[in-house]
Every structure is written in C-alpha cells, then in structure tokens.
C-alpha cells in the first residue's frame, strides 16, 4: 500500500508563487512516473503535469511556462513550483503514482487578491 501525502497548498494573490510536494511512502518497491492533477469546483479533475524516472516532463498547455515539475527520487518527493498565478489556477491539487495509480488527498491553493 502506498500512501502519497501533498502539502504546501495556500492562498496567494495574483501573479504569486507557491510550492506544492508531495511524499510517497508505504510499499513502494520504486517509484517511476508521477504526476500533479487539480479540480475546481464544479469541474472535472484535469491533468497538470507529469515526471518520468528518467525526468522527462509533460504539462498541460495552460500552466506550461508558468509550473515546473521535479523530483526528488531519494526523498520519494515530487514538487510542483507554481509561478505567475492567475485566478483561473485556483483548485484542489492532487499528486498521482501512475505505477499503482494511487492519489494523495488533495492540497488546496487560492489565487485571490
């Protein structure tokens, strides 16, 4: 059983930064592709981006640009730097091990002024 904890959620104001991690622990025999979703109110959960074992990245075309995706593979950590935030990136963000398609619980971040 793997259990995948995210954090560093908040609000911010327009133009803002935050960075979000997420640690993986529990069974895990290696870790290869992770990935940051994110849900609003009243919308369907959406892809943000995604990193390989090896560091090959993916975004989604609205935050590419803006959110960079690391990892730190001795930690079991995957963060999420998030730059020039606009209020349209306000949602609930969610990390996923693609492996056993396990998903933490949600970290919360705001873009309000």
């Known amino acids: 059983q793997v259990q995948l904890v995210e954090s560093g959620g908040g609000l911010v104001q327009p133009g803002g930064s935050l960075r979000l991690s997420c640690a993986a622990s529990?069974?895990?025999?290696?870790?290869?592709?992770m990935g940051w979703y994110r849900q609003a109110p009243g919308k369907q959960r959406e892809f943000v981006a995604s990193?390989?074992?090896?560091?090959?990245?993916s975004y989604a075309m609205s935050v590419k640009g803006r959110f960079t995706i690391s990892r730190d593979s001795a930690k079991n950590t995957v963060y999420l730097q998030m730059n020039s935030l606009k209020p349209e990136d306000t949602a609930v963000y969610f990390c996923?091990?693609?492996?056993?398609?396990?998903w933490g619980q949600g970290t919360q971040v705001t873009v309000s002024s």
């Open positions: 996923r091990l693609y492996s056993t398609d396990s």
């Open positions: 529990g069974n895990i025999f290696d870790i290869y592709t």
């Open positions: 990193i390989t074992r090896s560091g090959t990245t």
